[in-house]
């Protein structure tokens, strides 16, 4: 099982990305995944989850938006009006027990992109 993020980079405020999460080895519609960030010196929290439902963090709403491609087994995360304090390195996350905001409960990772976000 493996998950292969791209898309990070540097952006200026009110700018956007898009993070893409390419998923192997298994059907990522049978779980629950998720977007984390974890900026330097802070816990990774979580951005925003995907299972039967969607569920964004209070400080994303809005301006970020998950979605999926079934056909390339693909999860993005869209990210418009960026802000400086949405840099921080993000990782996509998949989980097998059901669908929450603790990292401890996501088996796996992708590798992390950095989003850094100052003019």
């Known amino acids: 099982v493996q998950l292969v993020e791209s898309g990070g980079g540097l952006v200026q405020p009110g700018g956007s990305l898009r993070l893409s999460c390419a998923v192997y080895?298994?059907?990522?519609?049978?779980?629950?995944m998720a977007w984390f960030r974890q900026a330097p010196g802070k816990e990774r929290e979580g951005v925003t989850r995907?299972?039967?439902?969607?569920m964004y963090a209070d400080s994303v709403k809005g301006r970020f938006t998950i979605s999926q491609d079934a056909a390339k087994n693909t999860l993005y995360l869209q990210m418009n009006s960026l802000k400086p304090e949405d840099t921080a390195m993000y990782y996509c996350?998949?989980?097998?027990?059901?669908?929450?905001?603790?990292?401890?409960?996501?088996?796996?990772w992708g590798q992390g992109n950095q989003v850094t976000v100052s003019s």
């Open positions: 996350a998949a989980s097998s027990m059901g669908c929450t905001w603790y990292p401890a409960d996501f088996r796996y």
């Open positions: 080895g298994y059907t990522y519609s049978s779980y629950c």
């Open positions: 995907l299972d039967t439902s969607i």
